[in-house]
């Protein structure tokens, strides 16, 4: 017998066995050192069962006087700042899609232009939007709309350009030879292709940002926050659990909607 | 004769409504065309305010940002270890209904929740600083990790389930053999998408008390040192590209 018969098999090679043991042993120390070194009070930690469960104790039963009319009136603000943002981001957009995708916008300066926009937008978080646009505009729903807005920029240009690029050069081609108007060949030739993608991207921005709006109130930009904020500030724990349940229904209900209308539009 | 391009009435319509309602919740929120004149001019002053960032005080920048690498670091080693057992309840293919519809139930709450709200609660009931962060991130990455890797289970064969289990195998030796490793690469990417989220959450939490560094944001913000705020900015966004190269390499490397 050849000795060939008795080679045992390896899963992987020893450079992925290497690599692999790298990225665990990084793991591992990273977590070590930030176990080791993170300030946490051990008294709190002990303490920290006992309390939570206080606070749940405080919440219940949830007070559902408190809903009509204050919360009722910050839930419908905060809907307005979700529903308001989501427009006036896909508005402003638009343009950077377009200005981004390289199949109709040929310029490549443009292109990574459009691009620096798209992500400079997405790596700062809509509470961060908020706290600028609070400083901007003051404090009130002004701010929370413009930091959905500025927060969607990047989300919906990105899925966007994505989006416009993959669409078929054929129809505008046709579009050209007829010598329609680049309006035209936009409205006629691309935007019926793109559509679906739109509207998936629109309701699923407007699904994210509802979530993110209802925070916004807590650095002062308006919606159901200000008054969650007040709540807490006051200890009023049976209103804080009512304004927590408004908040998670609407969460819930818009979830279904979306997903509901997207599975009728694809 | 069928007309080209014939106009689509629906369509003009639903703009139609779109507008109406977009001016209607403009005038209930109290939205004028003065304020945010005013609000420009102010926009422009705040800008030339963040110029040039002003890194002197580096020292509490460095502070902030570790705290928030902490955070998110053991957040998500907290979030994974207990996604595991969650995500295993909640599959509707290998644990029982009575077991999974209260887990689901579970993790769509956690899910439901923004992590800023879950941070705020932390800090009311077991005080200031990083515990209370890892612990609202911890429930946020429970209803991410949790649901993507019951949806992972549920997608499994069971082929191989039925063969472990055929050949004798208790109830942990189907787990180990015939489940996990039709999950496990799938685990490790969300793992590793959570921790990227993480690590941009954890910069924020510290607004509402939770410590890293958006406490120090948030006080910055709060004593008009918009030259200070500028620079702690451009740090969080350097950390933020700097994880998810980071990540794309370890991604690429695993794969």
């Known amino acids: 017998m050849s000795a060939t018969l008795h080679r045992e098999w390896v899963r992987h090679t020893p450079g992925q066995r290497l690599g692999r043991f790298l990225v665990t042993l990084l793991t591992v120390a990273a977590l070590v050192w930030a176990i080791r070194t993170v300030e946490i009070?051990?008294?709190?930690?002990?303490?920290?069962?006992?309390?939570?469960?206080?606070?749940?104790?405080?919440?219940?039963?949830?007070?559902?006087?408190?809903?009509?009319?204050?919360?009722?009136?910050?839930?419908?603000?905060?809907?307005?700042?979700?529903?308001?943002?989501?427009?006036?981001?896909?508005?402003?957009?638009?343009?950077?899609?377009?200005?981004?995708?390289?199949?109709?916008?040929?310029?490549?300066?443009?292109?990574?232009?459009?691009?620096?926009?798209?992500?400079?937008?997405?790596?700062?978080?809509?509470?961060?939007?908020?706290?600028?646009?609070?400083?901007?505009?003051?404090?009130?729903?002004?701010?929370?709309?413009?930091?959905?807005?500025?927060?969607?920029?990047?989300?919906?240009?990105?899925?966007?350009?994505?989006?416009?690029?993959?669409a078929h050069p054929g129809p505008v081609e046709a579009l050209t030879a007829t010598g329609a108007s680049w309006p035209l060949r936009m409205l006629k030739g691309v935007w019926p292709q793109v559509q679906p993608a739109f509207w998936g991207v629109a309701l699923f921005r407007w699904d994210i940002n509802l979530r993110e709006s209802a925070v916004l109130g807590l650095v002062g930009a308006g919606g159901i926050g200000v008054v969650l904020d007040d709540a807490i500030n006051f200890f009023q724990w049976e209103r804080v659990a009512t304004i927590l349940l408004a908040i998670l229904a609407v969460v819930l209900l818009a979830e279904i909607l979306v997903t509901r209308i997207r599975a009728r539009l694809l | 004769m069928r007309r080209a391009f014939a106009p689509n009435w629906p369509a003009r319509l639903g703009l139609l409504a779109l507008a109406v309602y977009s001016i209607w919740a403009t005038s209930q929120l109290g939205i004028t065309g003065e304020r945010l004149a005013t609000g420009l001019g102010e926009g422009g002053r705040f800008l030339a305010r963040m110029w040039p960032p002003d890194f002197t005080r580096w020292e509490l920048l460095v502070e902030?940002?570790?705290?928030?690498?902490?955070?998110?670091?053991?957040?998500?080693?907290?979030?994974?270890?207990?996604?595991?057992?969650?995500?295993?309840?909640?599959?509707?293919?290998?644990?029982?209904?009575?077991?999974?519809?209260?887990?689901?139930?579970?993790?769509?709450?956690?899910?439901?929740?923004?992590?800023?709200?879950?941070?705020?609660?932390?800090?009311?009931?077991?005080?200031?600083?990083?515990?209370?962060?890892?612990?609202?991130?911890?429930?946020?990455?429970?209803?991410?990790?949790?649901?993507?890797?019951?949806?992972?289970?549920?997608?499994?064969?069971?082929?191989?389930?039925?063969?472990?289990?055929?050949?004798?195998?208790?109830?942990?030796?189907?787990?180990?053999?015939?489940?996990?490793?039709?999950?496990a690469s799938r685990f490790i990417g969300f793992s590793?998408?959570?921790?990227?989220?993480?690590?941009?959450?954890?910069?924020?939490?510290?607004?509402?008390?939770?410590?890293?560094?958006?406490?120090?944001?948030?006080?910055?913000?709060?004593?008009?040192?918009?030259?200070?705020?500028?620079?702690?900015?451009?740090?969080?966004?350097?950390?933020?590209?700097?994880?998810?190269?980071?990540?794309?390499?370890?991604?690429?490397?695993?794969?």
């Open chain 1, 41 to 166: 009070i051990p008294e709190f930690l002990t303490d920290a069962p006992e309390q939570m469960a206080d606070l749940l104790l405080r919440m219940w039963p949830p007070d559902l006087g408190h809903y009509y009319p204050s919360v009722h009136a910050a839930l419908m603000e905060t809907l307005h700042i979700a529903t308001l943002g989501t427009i006036l981001g896909i508005a402003l957009a638009m343009p950077f899609a377009l200005m981004a995708a390289r199949n109709i916008c040929r310029s490549a300066i443009l292109n990574a232009l459009a691009q620096l926009v798209l992500v400079s937008s997405r790596s700062v978080n809509s509470l961060v939007w908020a706290l600028i646009f609070v400083a901007v505009f003051g404090p009130g729903p002004a701010a929370g709309v413009f930091a959905i807005a500025f927060r969607s920029i990047g989300f919906v240009g990105k899925l966007m350009a994505e989006a416009l690029e993959e």
């Open chain 2, 64 to 183: 902030g940002l570790v705290e928030s690498m902490q955070i998110a670091v053991i957040s998500t080693a907290l979030g994974i270890i207990l996604s595991l057992p969650l995500g295993l309840m909640a599959a509707r293919n290998l644990a029982p209904a009575w077991l999974s519809a209260p887990t689901r139930g579970f993790i769509a709450v956690c899910r439901s929740l923004h992590y800023v709200i879950v941070a705020i609660l932390f800090v009311k009931a077991i005080g200031f600083g990083a515990l209370a962060g890892v612990a609202a991130l911890t429930v946020a990455s429970l209803g991410f990790v949790a649901k993507l890797f019951a949806e992972a289970i549920e997608e499994i064969s069971m082929k191989q389930v039925e063969a472990v289990r055929a050949s004798g195998a208790g109830p942990a030796a189907v787990l180990l053999y015939g489940v996990l490793p039709q999950v």
């Open chain 2, 192 to 255: 590793l998408y959570q921790l990227d989220s993480n690590l941009r959450n954890s910069t924020l939490v510290g607004i509402v008390g939770a410590g890293g560094i958006g406490g120090t944001l948030f006080a910055a913000f709060k004593r008009f040192d918009y030259d200070f705020v500028a620079a702690i900015l451009l740090a969080i966004i350097a950390l933020i590209f700097a994880a998810e190269i980071v990540a794309g390499r370890i991604r690429a490397a695993l794969q």
